[in-house]
């Protein structure tokens, strides 16, 4: 897996997927714009719910992910927890739907990994630069990547207009490629500076009947965020 962090950690949520980098950056409206977007979204699968991420999530995921020791991350989580609100990603962290459901855990207690939408492009608002990440082992080989990918292609296509999709990923990690590859991506270039393969997909008509058949089981609910601990 490689994630570069925020750049500069100015306004931009931690991004820690399998797949992707971004460069480039939307304006600060923008952005605000299409985090508030999901902010109250719960996306409720078989396998994975989908939650906004919220300052709350940033304590325990972020130091976990990054392997901080717990000197450096109070420090560093505390400054995540301000750039959380205005981000030039569409993020949700990734919950076990059998733990989650009903509250039977906290978001803390049930997060697998997260899922993340790129607007990359400022002349082209319809590309997304999608990233998944299933950041416990226990997790990984098992369907929750696939369908936490299937889920946010969805709701960018319905909700935030994206008709096409790009996912970079590094030249090792043949499980991603060959999960992308999989959901119809088509493998567009290879860049060997930085080891990564870019794939793609135009969602036509056909391509969107399919996502939105891969997704019909999924419910959507209202979020109610979670409180920061003391």
Not at 78 to 106: H, M, N, P, Y
Request: aromatic share 6%.
């Amino acid at each position: 897996a490689h994630r570069r962090l925020p750049k500069g950690f100015m306004g931009a949520v931690p991004a820690l997927g399998l797949a992707g980098d971004t460069s480039g950056a939307l304006g600060l409206s923008r952005s605000a714009e299409v985090m508030k977007i999901n902010e109250n979204t719960v996306l409720q699968g078989q396998r994975v719910t989908l939650v906004p991420y919220t300052a709350a999530h940033v304590p325990r995921y972020v130091p976990r992910v990054l392997g901080l020791a717990p000197a450096r991350s109070d420090g560093f989580t505390d400054l995540l927890k301000g750039s959380v609100s205005v981000s030039s990603e569409c993020t949700f962290i990734v919950l076990d739907t059998e733990r989650w459901a009903g509250q039977a855990c906290t978001d803390n207690d049930c997060m697998v990994g997260d899922v993340n939408l790129f607007l990359t492009d400022t002349e082209d608002p319809t590309l997304g630069e999608i990233e998944i990440m299933i950041a416990e082992p226990g997790y990984r080989g098992r369907g929750f990547g696939k369908e936490a990918t299937l889920m946010m292609m969805s709701y960018g296509v319905a909700k935030l207009g994206i008709t096409k999709f790009e996912a970079k990923i590094g030249q090792e990690n043949e499980a991603s490629i060959c999960m992308f590859k999989k959901l119809r991506f088509k493998e567009v270039a290879v860049n060997s500076v930085f080891q990564e393969v870019t794939l793609r997909l135009d969602v036509g008509d056909q391509e969107r009947r399919w996502l939105l058949e891969q997704t019909s089981h999924v419910k959507e609910k209202s979020y109610v965020a979670p409180q920061l601990p003391a």
